[in-house]
Protein backbone atom coordinates (compact mmCIF):
# COMPACT_ATOMS: atom_id res chain seq x y z
CA UNK A 1 0.00 0.00 0.00
CA UNK A 2 1.75 3.58 -1.10
CA UNK A 3 2.04 6.38 1.17
CA UNK A 4 -0.84 8.84 0.37
CA UNK A 5 -1.26 11.83 2.01
CA UNK A 6 -4.38 12.39 3.39
CA UNK A 7 -7.64 13.39 1.40
CA UNK A 8 -8.34 16.95 1.85
CA UNK A 9 -11.29 17.42 3.82
CA UNK A 10 -14.21 20.03 2.24
CA UNK A 11 -17.19 21.13 4.32
CA UNK A 12 -20.18 22.31 1.64
CA UNK A 13 -22.05 25.43 2.77
CA UNK A 14 -24.55 27.17 1.59
CA UNK A 15 -28.36 27.06 1.14
CA UNK A 16 -30.77 23.87 1.40
CA UNK A 17 -32.47 24.64 -1.30
CA UNK A 18 -29.57 24.12 -3.59
CA UNK A 19 -30.27 20.18 -2.91
CA UNK A 20 -29.49 18.91 -6.47
CA UNK A 21 -26.36 21.23 -6.77
CA UNK A 22 -24.72 20.01 -3.45
CA UNK A 23 -25.08 16.52 -4.68
CA UNK A 24 -23.37 17.58 -8.11
CA UNK A 25 -20.40 19.39 -6.12
CA UNK A 26 -20.20 16.68 -3.75
CA UNK A 27 -19.74 13.85 -6.64
CA UNK A 28 -17.27 16.02 -8.62
CA UNK A 29 -15.36 16.94 -5.23
CA UNK A 30 -15.43 12.82 -4.48
CA UNK A 31 -14.29 12.03 -7.76
CA UNK A 32 -11.45 14.12 -7.22
CA UNK A 33 -10.32 12.04 -3.96
CA UNK A 34 -11.60 14.13 -1.16
CA UNK A 35 -13.28 13.50 1.81
CA UNK A 36 -16.68 15.85 1.75
CA UNK A 37 -18.82 17.19 4.99
CA UNK A 38 -22.37 18.47 3.78
CA UNK A 39 -25.60 19.31 5.21
CA UNK A 40 -27.17 16.73 7.04
CA UNK A 41 -30.76 17.59 6.19
CA UNK A 42 -32.47 19.76 3.10
CA UNK A 43 -35.50 20.44 4.72
CA UNK A 44 -36.86 19.90 8.82
CA UNK A 45 -37.97 16.61 8.95
CA UNK A 46 -41.92 15.98 9.79
CA UNK A 47 -41.16 14.58 13.84
CA UNK A 48 -44.16 13.20 15.48
CA UNK A 49 -45.54 15.70 18.25
CA UNK A 50 -42.75 18.14 17.30
CA UNK A 51 -43.03 21.33 16.57
CA UNK A 52 -40.48 23.56 14.42
CA UNK A 53 -42.71 26.56 15.32
CA UNK A 54 -41.67 27.30 18.61
CA UNK A 55 -38.12 24.27 18.50
CA UNK A 56 -38.78 23.63 22.01
CA UNK A 57 -35.51 21.55 22.32
CA UNK A 58 -33.60 24.15 20.23
CA UNK A 59 -33.01 21.38 17.65
CA UNK A 60 -32.32 24.49 14.65
CA UNK A 61 -29.40 25.66 16.61
CA UNK A 62 -28.05 22.02 17.38
CA UNK A 63 -28.08 21.18 13.94
CA UNK A 64 -25.94 24.37 12.98
CA UNK A 65 -23.47 23.91 15.78
CA UNK A 66 -22.90 20.75 14.14
CA UNK A 67 -22.45 21.95 10.99
CA UNK A 68 -19.87 24.32 12.43
CA UNK A 69 -18.20 21.50 13.63
CA UNK A 70 -18.35 19.56 10.34
CA UNK A 71 -16.34 23.35 9.22
CA UNK A 72 -13.80 23.07 11.85
CA UNK A 73 -12.75 20.12 10.84
CA UNK A 74 -12.52 20.75 6.70
CA UNK A 75 -9.34 21.78 5.67
CA UNK A 76 -11.32 23.89 2.56
CA UNK A 77 -15.17 25.37 3.31
CA UNK A 78 -16.79 25.15 -0.64
CA UNK A 79 -19.75 27.47 -0.99
CA UNK A 80 -22.34 26.48 -2.96
CA UNK A 81 -23.97 29.39 -4.17
CA UNK A 82 -25.66 28.97 -7.86
CA UNK A 83 -25.45 32.94 -9.56
CA UNK A 84 -24.09 34.01 -6.15
CA UNK A 85 -26.78 33.66 -4.14
CA UNK A 86 -25.80 34.02 -0.35
CA UNK A 87 -28.00 33.41 2.43
CA UNK A 88 -28.06 34.52 6.04
CA UNK A 89 -27.14 31.18 7.23
CA UNK A 90 -24.13 31.20 4.26
CA UNK A 91 -22.20 34.15 4.72
CA UNK A 92 -22.46 33.34 8.69
CA UNK A 93 -20.52 30.35 8.22
CA UNK A 94 -18.15 32.10 5.76
CA UNK A 95 -17.51 34.61 8.24
CA UNK A 96 -16.43 31.68 10.74
CA UNK A 97 -14.90 29.72 8.57
CA UNK A 98 -12.44 32.66 7.47
CA UNK A 99 -12.04 33.33 11.39
CA UNK A 100 -10.35 30.16 11.37
CA UNK A 101 -8.44 30.56 8.65
CA UNK A 102 -10.11 27.95 6.46
CA UNK A 103 -9.52 28.65 2.51
CA UNK A 104 -13.30 29.64 1.34
CA UNK A 105 -14.30 28.37 -2.81
CA UNK A 106 -17.51 29.53 -4.62
CA UNK A 107 -19.12 26.99 -6.87
CA UNK A 108 -19.92 30.86 -8.41
CA UNK A 109 -16.77 31.90 -8.58
CA UNK A 110 -15.28 28.74 -11.02
CA UNK A 111 -15.67 28.26 -14.78
CA UNK A 112 -17.51 25.58 -15.79
CA UNK A 113 -15.34 22.50 -17.25
CA UNK A 114 -14.43 22.46 -20.70
CA UNK A 115 -15.74 20.22 -22.99
CA UNK A 116 -14.00 18.04 -24.71
CA UNK A 117 -14.62 18.54 -28.93
Known sequence: MENKPPAKV??????AKFEAEFAEVNQRLTL???V???LGLFRLPDLPG???TTDPSNLKARLGDVHFQKIRMADEVYIVDPG???GESA???????ESLGKPVRY????RPA???S
Open 114 to 116: ESD
Open 84 to 86: GYL
Open 36 to 38: VLS
Open 107 to 110: LSHE
Open 10 to 15: VTLCGS
Open 91 to 97: RREIDYA
Open 32 to 34: EGC
Open 50 to 52: YDW
